[in-house]
């Protein structure tokens, strides 16, 4: 296997790994645009965008559009996130030219109809109040909601019934014309792949995309602000989320903060896991996470449980914060490692995830990254530079605290954050 990249002459990247036992390709095109970049007036466009693109060209309808890539036995898909939106596809290697020419065509020759406009946000709206009565997806949103407050950010990626059904077709040209732009663009191939021929294909079929946009403009820089935020409802379980200021991607502390939320909650090893679920039995679901962003991130600790439970488990999630300021052993350090490098590993078998990190790769940091560099980041971490950062990550940002449920018996924020102060690991609290 083999990474190749070229750099069109408009700014355009595209980007191989050849798998040469493999029949098949995971073909897509990544932007670095996505919800955090809607300006005034924009929320949810990113995503509405994002379903237009397959509502019809100028060369074919919406049927055709799934019925071609079908035709083939391929599929065909998107996804908007915070920063980035992508299109992809998984077909033959004898049906690449296909998915090129598809990919092209929906970014750069939608038709946006008014018609079909209409049509796609009810189901969007379908899609709003599906989220709004799924707790754990209200309890995410919210928790991103409230760490970032009145920020791009924090907003939900799908927008409000209100945004979403105020949209014109200009509006999201405008959207269109502004982000997707070929300095913006990421064309990523893993499988049965030939760099050359993709970059001759991208070259024809992406010759329109424009190289920048006049009206490009950097989003607003991000703040954490942390804060409270409980929704109650008449459910069987608790939905709760306790939250940090997290690292971003380039930040020096970034892969020591996944290394962290692994040790702390990242599997039925992990410390959470193990005393919080299976030793005192306090809930049926638990684990840590560390999302990183371009310029800020979020650490957090989610848990589902009964609301008979919620007195005992908050401080038991607390102390385990605690401890972990302390002491880290290295075995578990060593534990994440692997972990980590067997989520790489697992990577390469398959053509899509592999895409999909080179993608991200190359967003972020401008190149692929070799496997071999991603572990020399990970080999300096110690567990003195995990106490340290726990220490600093924990007891010295605000907390933010997102809970949906039947929440009588949980403490108020102001009762978590003093439980923390009192709770600061040893060695700070003796200095």
Excluded at 131 to 138: G, H, Q
Excluded at 213 to 236: I, Q
Excluded at 291 to 301: A, E
Excluded at 418 to 426: I, K, S, T, V
Aim: with cysteine.
């Amino acid at each position: 296997m083999s990474v190749e990249y070229t750099r069109l002459d408009s700014g355009l990247s595209v980007v191989t790994e050849s798998m040469a036992h493999l029949e098949s390709v995971a073909l897509g095109v990544w932007i670095k645009s996505g919800s955090r970049d809607e300006q005034s007036g924009e929320h949810g466009i990113a995503h509405l965008l994002e379903h237009m693109a397959f509502k019809g060209t100028h060369r074919r309808t919406a049927r055709q559009i799934a019925e071609e890539i079908e035709n083939v036995g391929g599929e065909v898909n998107a996804a908007t996130s915070v920063e980035t939106t992508s299109y992809y596809a998984r077909i033959l290697r004898d049906d690449v030219p296909l998915a090129v020419d598809m990919l092209a065509d929906i970014l750069t020759n939608s038709v946006l109809d008014e018609t079909e406009l209409t049509r796609e946000k009810h189901v969007i709206l379908q899609e709003i109040g599906a989220a709004m009565d799924t707790p754990d997806d209200v309890v995410f949103d919210k928790f991103s909601a409230t760490a970032f407050r009145d920020q791009t950010i924090g907003r939900p990626i799908l927008g409000t019934p209100d945004t979403v059904q105020s949209f014109t077709p200009e509006q999201i040209r405008h959207y269109l014309q502004r982000n997707y732009t070929a300095d913006k663009m990421i064309i990523v191939a893993a499988g049965a792949i030939e760099h050359d021929a993709l970059v001759r294909l991208v070259e024809e079929r992406f010759k329109d995309v424009p190289a920048t946009s006049d009206d490009a403009a950097a989003p607003t820089a991000a703040s954490y602000t942390g804060g409270d935020y409980r929704e109650k409802r008449d459910l069987m379980d608790v939905q709760l989320l306790i939250g940090f200021e997290g690292r971003a991607y380039h930040a020096r502390d970034f892969y020591a903060s996944q290394i962290l939320a692994n040790v702390l909650g990242g599997g039925m090893s992990s410390r959470l896991f193990q005393e919080v679920r299976e030793h005192r039995g306090l809930c049926y679901s638990v684990y840590a996470m560390h999302w990183g962003f371009s310029d800020t991130g979020i650490f957090g600790v989610h848990a589902a449980t009964g609301q008979e439970d919620i007195p005992e488990l908050v401080p038991v999630i607390l102390e385990e914060l605690r401890k972990v300021a302390d002491y880290v052993d290295p075995s578990e350090i060593e534990r994440a490692r692997a972990q980590f490098r067997a989520g790489l590993l697992m990577a390469h078998e398959s053509p899509a995830a592999r895409a999909s990190q080179i993608a991200r790769q190359m967003l972020l940091y401008g190149r692929p990254i070799p496997n071999e560099e991603l572990m020399d980041r990970l080999a300096n971490i110690t567990p003195q530079r995990l106490t340290d950062l726990s220490g600093r990550l924990f007891f010295n940002t605000p907390v933010t605290l997102s809970a949906v449920g039947p929440l009588d018996k949980l403490l108020p924020i102001a009762d978590i954050t003093a439980d923390l102060a009192g709770n600061q690991p040893r060695q700070a609290a003796a200095g």
